[in-house]
């Protein structure tokens, strides 16, 4: 008998509302997608995802990045809060702090996030806003690992969802959010299951 194979350990990071978190817990509950939630992190004491986590029964920390003097204060301070959960992935999953080249490099390979636009187009914030102003037909949401250049890293997967003529910011920013929910626990499970071939 061969002895059953742990699951992935997932650290999820957060900055707000977490949807993105909820999907990936939602299909982890229902089998859908085969890893263990270890923990739930923020970096902001008032993000709404946080309770979500807590009543699912996750482990959930704050490490509130106005305490610190220095971006490489708050990223060893991140770093040291999941290294205690030795997650095989983290989770960018709207969260909107840059790190640091020493914190990306530390998770090299291991750390994923999900970005609301068809890299290469419109890294950084403000894309749906953006992808309206340039006249784009198409837009959608990429999974992508983390390289210290901002959403620059290799694409996992992508999603595409049509621009409507009568869009604005907001409603083209709610279908793509619909997509992110499928996309970003697909993501996940792909990389799961080629690292137990
Ligand atoms: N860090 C590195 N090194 N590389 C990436 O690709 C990263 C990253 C950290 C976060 C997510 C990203 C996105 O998907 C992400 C990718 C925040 C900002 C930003 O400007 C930009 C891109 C992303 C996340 N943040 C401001 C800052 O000064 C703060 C904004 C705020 O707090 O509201 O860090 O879009
Ligand atoms: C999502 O649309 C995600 O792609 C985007 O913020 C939203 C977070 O929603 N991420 C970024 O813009 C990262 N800078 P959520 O908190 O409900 O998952």
């Known amino acids: 008998m061969t002895e059953p194979r742990s699951k992935a350990r997932l650290v999820i990071l957060i900055s707000g509302r977490g949807s993105n ?22 970096n902001r004491p008032d993000a709404a995802g946080l309770e979500f986590a807590q009543q699912a029964g996750i482990n959930t920390e704050v490490i509130d990045h106005k305490q610190f003097d220095s971006r490489e204060r708050f990223d060893s301070a991140m770093a040291e809060a999941i290294d205690a959960y030795q997650p095989d992935f983290v989770i960018l999953a709207g969260f909107m702090r840059i790190l640091t080249a020493d914190f990306v490099e530390h998770y090299s390979g291991r750390l994923l ?55 604005d910011a907001d409603t083209l920013a709610a279908r793509v959010l619909e997509q992110e929910h499928l996309l970003y626990p697909a993501a996940i499970q792909k990389l799961v299951s080629q690292q137990t071939e």
């Open 113 to 167: 996030n999900i970005h609301p636009s068809l890299l290469p187009k419109f890294k950084g914030l403000h894309t749906h806003e953006r992808a309206i102003e340039a006249g784009e037909t198409e837009h959608g949401a990429s999974v992508h690992f983390v390289t210290a250049e901002l959403d620059d890293g290799p694409v996992i997967l992508q999603a595409r969802v049509p621009v409507l003529p009568d869009d």
């Open 21 to 42: 978190m909820r999907s990936i817990v939602e299909a982890a509950s229902k089998n859908e997608l085969a890893v263990d939630i270890a923990a739930v992190i923020s």
